[in-house]
């Protein structure tokens, strides 16, 4: 099974930098999504990581650490138009089409 | 074409009714998934197609029949539902291996009464 786990709730100042943490315990592990969702819209891709280590990507960042079972979204520059739902999802290791096992989700606030 | 869609936006049915959501895909993309998400809640696995075959059904039950009449097209046929099925129905596409990236639809929102 999978268990994944982040904050439900954050909040940040616009400008500012905000990292989102996301553990998970899963009985494979075949890659580390990251999406972000606005409300009553369907989920957008936002980075992948399948080895340890940073990916970079504009504004947003994502770190995974396979040993630890752990990765964060990192968002720099934050503009209010980031206030959404990042949701952290792991793909099972059965080598073919795997579906996503989601976390819950960090709902984020931007403030002015 | 880069982009999954669905149709319809909303769908309002009975608990007798019989109906279909639909997505369409034009990238060429060999995975086809059905998800399911109540509100404020995270998207939850339905169905895997790979290569138009299912090849995940993570319990789902009858009243959901998915098929894929080819490799753009991936339909949900729904028969007496409950109310407790209202949610939006999401559909979602990637590539062959490595079967990376997953790109949504903009979803079904779907009530039952």
């Known amino acids: 099974g999978q268990n994944i786990d982040q904050p439900t709730e954050m909040t940040a100042t616009e400008g500012a930098i905000v990292q989102i943490n996301c553990t998970y315990q899963?009985?494979?592990?075949?890659?580390l999504f990251w999406y972000q969702q606005h409300a009553g819209e369907a989920p957008t891709f936002l980075s992948y990581?399948?080895?340890?280590g940073l990916e970079e990507k504009g504004r947003f960042s994502s770190f995974l650490s396979r040993s630890k079972g752990y990765s964060y979204l990192l968002l720099k520059e934050l503009q209010m138009k980031d206030s959404a739902s990042y949701l952290c999802?792991?793909?099972?290791?059965?080598?073919?089409?795997?579906?996503?096992?989601f976390g819950k989700g960090t709902h984020l606030i931007i403030q002015p | 074409d880069t982009e999954v869609t669905q149709t319809p936006k909303h769908l309002v049915m009975g608990m007798t009714n019989k109906k279909s959501l639909k997505c369409e895909q034009h990238?060429?993309?060999?995975?086809m998934y059905w998800y399911k998400q109540k509100a404020k809640k995270p998207p939850e696995l339905m169905f895997v197609?790979?290569?138009?075959?299912?090849?995940i059904n993570e319990s789902v039950p009858s009243r959901f029949s998915p098929e894929c009449p080819n490799s753009s097209l991936l339909n949900l046929h729904l028969h007496a539902l409950q109310p407790e099925d209202s949610a939006l129905y999401l559909c979602?596409?990637?590539?062959?291996?490595?079967?990376?990236?997953?790109?949504f639809g903009p979803g079904t929102r779907l009530t039952v009464l």
């Open positions: 979602a596409s990637s590539q062959g291996p490595p079967y990376n990236e997953q790109f």
């Open positions: 899963t009985s494979g592990f075949n890659g």
């Open positions: 990581n399948v080895l340890d």
């Open positions: 999802a792991v793909r099972g290791s059965g080598g073919g089409a795997d579906g996503l096992t």
């Open positions: 990238m060429g993309h060999r995975a």
């Open positions: 197609y790979s290569y138009e075959k299912l090849s």
